[in-house]
């Protein structure tokens, strides 16, 4: 089962987040990256790096499953007269790699524009790695 099944399972009650995270771990995701002129850039985006938006303290990177989801991102804003780069990277280096990068909370949102098919993967130990996880107080105790 892909990761939009995984969703739209665990939205209507019948998921397992278990098996949620691994599939979205596993799931090669379309990120758009900001050109270098900064056109596409959010708040703390750096011209030529990855598209996120800061909200309640947490930079959000925008991910999604396939282009169709990242076209309907990019008409929601607008944009869709402009083209849009982006990289394929694996949840797992999303969470992995790129969030610990971050100066404070990082999480991941997934096909934000899809009304019935967005996820958002949450700053959370058994998401990001424990040392970025905003639920575990620096003793390594769960908060």
């Known amino acids: 089962m892909g990761l939009t099944e995984e969703i739209s399972d665990y939205r209507e009650g019948r998921g397992d987040p278990g098996r949620l995270v ?44 396939d282009e169709e989801s990242l076209f309907r991102f990019a008409g929601a804003r607008g944009e869709d007269g402009r083209e849009w780069p982006y990289l394929a990277l694996l949840g ?31 700053p959370v130990a058994g998401i990001v790695p424990d040392a970025c996880a905003v639920d575990i107080a620096p003793e390594g105790t769960v908060a």
């Open 92 to 122: 797992a280096r999303l969470v992995d790699a790129v969030v610990p990068q971050v100066d404070g909370p990082a999480g991941v949102a997934v096909n934000v524009a899809d009304r019935d098919g967005a996820m958002l993967f949450p």
């Open 22 to 65: 691994g599939s979205f771990r596993r799931t090669a995701l379309l990120v758009p990256v900001t050109d270098a002129t900064g056109a596409g850039t959010g708040a703390g985006d750096a011209a030529g790096g990855l598209m996120s938006a800061l909200s309640g303290g947490i930079r959000w990177f925008y991910a999604f499953t």
